[in-house]
Nanobody
Framework: QLVESGGGLVQAGGSLRLSCAAS????????MGWFRQAPGKEREFVSA????????YYAESVKGRFTISRDNAKNAVYLQMDSLKPDDTAVYYC?????????????????WGQGTLVTVSS
């Protein structure tokens, strides 16, 4: 089970920190990722992190602005989002990968949270 939190309304240029609490069964030894889906658009990859945290990937649209991290002792993964833009408005989903590596393809994830809404106003 994955539960996201931290979404909300923020002005452009602001910051938010998303959290994802995972049960041990859904995150143990697994890579984790964040995806997002804007209204009327397909779900897209945002960021991923390997089990040990040594490998991270970012979508080009968020590189340099977002930072993914994890705390395995707490079974949690985080997404620090800075310099937010209106185009970042979406429902953000946390997901657990099938393996231990960081992956960018949604089909490589087998557990998903319910999502948390991020709205960035201009």
């Amino acid at each position: 089970q994955l539960v996201e939190s931290g979404g909300g309304l923020v002005q452009a240029g602001g910051s938010l920190r998303l959290s994802c609490a995972a049960s041990r069964r859904t995150s143990s030894n697994n890579g984790m990722g964040w995806f997002r889906q804007a209204p009327g658009k397909e779900r897209e990859f945002v960021s991923a992190i390997s089990w040990r945290g040594g490998t991270t990937y970012y979508a080009e649209s968020v590189k340099g602005r977002f930072t993914i991290s994890r705390d395995n002792a707490k079974n949690a993964v985080y997404l620090q989002m800075d310099s937010l833009k209106p185009d970042d408005t979406a429902v953000y989903y946390c997901a657990t990968a099938r393996g231990s590596t960081a992956v960018v393809v949604a089909s490589e994830y087998n557990y998903w949270g319910q999502g948390t809404l991020v709205t960035v106003s201009s």
